[in-house]
Nanobody
Framework: QVQLVESGGGLVQAGGSLTLSCAAS????????MGWFRQAPGKERDFVAA?????YYADSVKGRFTISRDNAKNTVYLQMSSLKPEDTAIYYC?????????????????WGQGTQVTVSS
């Protein structure tokens, strides 16, 4: 069974940068799609970015965030720059079998515990 562990969250000022990591343990494959979602207090969990056969981003982060993966390390990254207070949320890593990009939470099989990102103004 695959387990996902996120790290790299923290407090950053607006305009700053952070890089999140998601390490996968267990039986993984480069044929999996990895995604990042985020959930702000009182809001639903929203899609941020995904990487499978290609990459795809939510409009709200396009041009500011970059998703990448290191298959040798079973790790996916989310580089975040030009951060805004509205990026504040718990960020979750997720995995789905197959390389087709999906943006809804019910399409993903496995989730990490989340890492808090707080952007101060």
């Amino acid at each position: 069974q695959v387990q996902l562990v996120e790290s790299g969250g923290g407090l950053v000022q607006a305009g700053g940068s952070l890089t999140l990591s998601c390490a996968a343990s267990g039986r993984t494959s480069s044929w999996y799609t990895m995604g990042w979602f985020r959930q702000a207090p009182g809001k639903e969990r929203d899609f941020v970015a995904a990487i499978g056969g290609s990459t795809y981003y939510a409009d709200s982060v396009k041009g500011r965030f970059t998703i990448s993966r290191d298959n040798a390390k079973n790790t996916v990254y989310l580089q975040m720059s030009s951060l805004k207070p509205e990026d504040t949320a718990i960020y979750y890593c997720a995995l789905r079998r197959g390389q087709r990009i999906r943006t809804t939470t019910n399409e993903y099989d496995t989730w990490g515990q989340g890492t808090q990102v707080t952007v101060s103004s």
